[in-house]
Every structure is written in structure tokens, then in C-alpha cells.
């Protein structure tokens, strides 16, 4: 059992540059999140997508877009990476309550 | 707008004491209340949530207090081991027109000293 699993792990971007961070769940869960984790901030919700089809900004939209592909998969796209989002991304997905979360993907924008 | 709070980064415990772990909130309309560990380079993985209409819930080593009319919770953990030395989170969950949205602390830091 995958649960949730996000590619890639590691990735550097030039500033400028594009790029699809990738996520899926084989646990037929209807809501799916993209979280960014920066020292001292936590876990901040950037998009979250209750059923398939639908999606709505978190606490830290901008600079993102995602994609609802379908109930598995749920992706995050940075159009023109910043240092700023310079990060350890998490996806997540939940049924009842409790969230699962993938293993995460450390960006690096240079 | 913090809905979520967690004022101590960062907290060190003994081997076998109590560890108690704080959070704040201030949406009086979150429904359920969750504790996450994560250990560096991995995921959080989600430890013991409790429902709004109760005020304790035990798994084990782990239990949850709640406190409606304060807003607030903790997460008590005895004996603390040296396993627990990770980074819990809050988190609570609110439920707008039937979507589901997870909203977290910025982590407490547990170091458990042998």
C-alpha cells in the first residue's frame, strides 16, 4: 500500500524556471492538499481540492496553480520559480480526519 | 491570521517524565482537533486527534486534552521515550459547505533527553 506519493524528492530550479510537483494516493480519499513547510512557519496550506474537479487557495496561493487531475492525483506548478519558494513541500490527502502525507519534495530555487 | 498556535518552538523533557505539548485556536469552528509527528526527511504521520464535543482522548502513552472555552489543547505524552524527539503539530479541521480543510500550528520541537 503506496498511501501518498509525491515526485520528486529533490529537485533545484533556476529562478524563472517551471515545473510540476507531482502527487498521488491509492487510498480512494476525496480531499487532497498541497502544503509548504519553511522554518518557523509550520505547515502552510497553498491549494487544497475537496472532491475531484474542484480546487481553492490556501493561506499561501500566490505563485502557484494546481490540477485536479482526478480523485488520485492532484499536482502543484510553480510557473516562474523564486528563491522565495524555496521550500519542503507536502501533499496530503484525507478521507475522515486524519491527513496522510506524503514523504515530501525539497525545492531549491537559485 | 494564525488560526493556529503553537508558542513553544521548542521543548526539552527527560527520559521518562511527562512531556505536554500546547496549541491555541481561535475558529470556534473547527470540528476536530489533530497531533502530527514528523521526524526529519519524512512526512508527518498523523498521532491522535480528538472530536470537538469531547474533552480527552487517550491512545496509549498519548493523550489529548481539550478545552472548548479556553481554545486550547495538549497532547501529553508518559513516558516520554527517546523515540518521541521529533517536531509535533497541531492541527484542526473545519468543514465548509461538505469541503474538508486541515489547518496546522507551526510545530513544537520535542527533544527527550536520556
Known amino acids: 500500500n503506496a498511501g501518498v506519493t509525491q515526485t520528486p524528492k529533490f529537485q533545484v530550479l533556476k529562478t524563472g524556471q517551471s515545473m510540476t510537483l507531482q502527487c498521488a494516493q491509492d487510498?480512494?480519499?476525496?480531499?487532497m492538499y498541497w502544503y509548504r513547510q519553511d522554518p518557523g512557519m509550520g505547515l502552510r496550506l497553498i491549494y487544497y481540492?475537496?472532491?475531484?474537479?474542484?480546487?481553492d487557495k490556501g493561506e499561501v496561493p500566490n505563485g502557484y496553480n494546481v490540477s485536479r487531475l482526478n480523485k488520485r492525483e492532484f499536482s502543484l506548478r510553480l510557473e516562474s520559480a523564486a528563491p522565495s519558494q524555496t521550500s519542503v513541500y507536502f501533499c496530503?490527502?484525507?478521507?475522515?480526519?486524519?491527513?496522510?502525507f506524503g514523504q515530501g519534495t525539497r525545492l531549491t530555487v537559485v | 491570521d494564525q488560526q493556529v498556535k503553537q508558542n513553544s518552538p521548542s521543548l526539552s523533557v527527560q527520559e521518562g517524565r511527562i512531556s505536554i505539548l500546547n496549541c491555541d485556536y481561535t475558529?470556534?469552528?473547527?470540528?476536530?482537533f489533530l497531533w502530527y509527528k514528523k521526524y526529519p526527511a519524512e512526512g508527518p504521520t498523523f498521532l491522535i486527534s480528538?472530536?470537538?464535543?469531547?474533552d480527552k482522548n487517550e491512545d496509549g502513552r498519548f493523550t489529548v486534552f481539550l478545552n472548548k472555552s479556553a481554545k486550547h489543547l495538549s497532547l501529553h505524552i508518559v513516558p516520554s521515550q527517546p523515540g518521541d524527539s521529533a517536531v509535533y503539530f497541531c492541527?484542526?479541521?473545519?468543514?465548509?459547505?461538505?469541503?474538508?480543510?486541515?489547518?496546522f500550528g507551526t510545530g513544537t520541537r520535542l527533544t527527550i533527553i536520556p
Open positions: 492541527a484542526a479541521r473545519e468543514i465548509n459547505f461538505g469541503n474538508e480543510k486541515l489547518t
Open positions: 480528538i472530536s470537538s464535543i469531547k
Open positions: 475558529n470556534s469552528m473547527f470540528d476536530y
Open positions: 481540492s475537496a472532491s475531484e474537479g474542484t480546487t
Open positions: 496530503a490527502s484525507t478521507k475522515i480526519v486524519a491527513a496522510f
Open positions: 487510498m480512494n480519499h476525496n480531499s
